[in-house]
């Protein structure tokens, strides 16, 4: 996934989840941010940040806030925060064969009140594809979600009971980012997520992590990350 004309500049404040205001070489600008989680670990005063044109010209805040660098022990991270980008990425991944031959692969599958991200078939048996973007990471260990998702707790839901009638089903986590060793739900903000990842894979889901390779100006899934869906013990 490329985006084009990025330029950096310096965040300041996230008045609400949708704006945030930055300077950038031109002096103040007044962004979109085109992710509402909270980011809070991310969207830190002083941090640098990549802006991307937004598509309508007219919109009052001209730039999207696509990225961000964040400083770790490891050395600086640049994270993409756009969540957007994981279905794109995603899409362009599945297309090349990411999780094996599919045919009639189309995006925004609409099955009775539920509208899943992908749907293809994979030999002859059809096949569904829940994309969930990840941008939280503690000293190398992504997490989903930074936030309760009842959403995303819904769709493992209608999964398992997929997977259960006999569909392909799979929850794709796509990490924002390189440089961490392994995934596993964010069981401190939605234990429920967690615990409904680890029965849905006990009835066949497939839970797949992949890393991405990001720069200011593209995205794409590079390496399969370890899952790890065991409850931590209190």
Known sequence: MQYRQVI???????????????????????VHVKNTGRCAELLRPGATVWLTPGENPARKTPYDLIAVEKPTDRGTLLINMDSAAPNAAAGEWLAAGGLGPLTELRAEYRMGASRFDFYARSAGTPMLVEVKGCTLEENGLARFPDAPTQRGLKHVQELTALA???????????????????????????????????????????????????????????????????????
């Open 8 to 30: 950096p500049a310096r965040f300041i404040a996230r008045p609400n989840r949708f704006v945030a205001h930055t300077e950038t070489a031109d002096g103040p600008v007044t």
């Open 164 to 234: 259960q009638q006999g569909w392909r089903c799979a929850v794709l986590i796509v990490i924002q980012m390189k440089d961490v060793h392994s995934f596993a739900p964010n069981w401190d903000t939605h234990p429920a997520f967690g615990h409904a990842l680890a029965a849905a894979q006990a009835a066949g889901v497939e839970i797949h992590a992949v890393d991405c390779l990001v720069t200011p100006d593209s995205v794409t899934i590079d390496a399969p990350v370890p899952v790890y869906l065991d409850a931590p013990v209190r």
